[in-house]
């Protein structure tokens, strides 16, 4: 079975500043995607960033970026220019052709004004 | 944008009670899902459907739960008999691909509370 880990259950940044979330998974298929989402106070689950396992470039979004390691299974999220409202749970996700998504258990992420 | 509307936000039932909570997924979508969150960790996948049955679900999703499209908006999940390990965030979901390759679109939840 696929399994998703985030090492980290909570991570801070100052405003402005750099962060990563790490994220690593376990599968033995070839072809996959994998997904960060975040979800803010209010619950709602946010679709950030995803990225094609046959394609070697990292995905980017904006602030956001991938560091999509495919032999060492590693999927990290990159937000940089941290802004307050990127303060959420971030959730690292995997999804393999089968009709659900494997999620981690998050990343409590807080930014400091 | 086009959202995933869930209703009620909130609802708090009795335990042995029936609840259903409520989806409006993106109009021209054709796959729903169901995905739950006891509070505190993280989402556990419920059931998929889709062309009026269901195509995949976890062992989560055993007798008590159901999932209907009554009509060509609604996506309903219900729980025949509540039980207190229930309680948590239900979340729809739909997708306009057949896999999870796509990514969904998640509604804002329903947050169940077991009494």
């Known amino acids: 079975a696929q399994t998703v880990t985030q090492s980290q259950p909570e991570m801070s940044v100052q405003e402005a500043e750099t962060v990563t979330l790490s994220c690593t998974y376990d599968?033995?298929?070839?072809?996959?995607?994998l997904f960060w989402y975040k979800q803010p106070p209010s619950r709602q689950m946010i679709l950030v960033i995803r990225q094609e396992a046959y394609k070697q470039q990292n995905a980017t979004e904006n602030r956001f970026s991938v560091n999509f390691q495919k032999a060492a299974k590693s999927f990290s999220l990159k937000i940089s220019d941290s802004q307050l409202g990127d303060a959420a749970m971030y959730f690292c996700a995997y999804g393999a052709g089968s009709y659900q998504l494997t999620f981690g258990k998050g990343t409590k992420l807080s930014v400091i004004p | 944008e086009p959202e995933v509307t869930q209703t009620p936000s909130h609802q708090v039932t009795q335990m042995g009670q029936e609840v259903i909570l409520r989806c409006v997924p993106i109009?021209?979508?054709?796959?729903f899902y169901w995905y739950r969150q006891i509070l505190g960790q993280k989402v556990e996948f419920l059931v998929s459907?889709?062309?009026?049955?269901?195509?995949?679900k976890s062992e989560i999703f055993d007798d008590q739960f159901s999932v209907e499209r009554p009509d060509g908006s609604n996506f309903t999940l219900k729980i025949r008999s509540t039980k207190l390990e229930d309680s948590a965030m239900y979340f729809c979901?739909?997708?306009?691909?057949?896999?999870?390759?796509?990514?969904?679109?998640f509604g804002s939840g329903t947050r169940l509370t077991v009494v």
């Open positions: 979901a739909s997708s306009g691909g057949a896999s999870s390759n796509y990514g969904y679109t």
């Open positions: 459907f889709y062309n009026n049955e269901i195509s995949e």
């Open positions: 599968t033995s298929e070839s072809d996959y995607y």
């Open positions: 109009s021209n979508h054709l796959y």
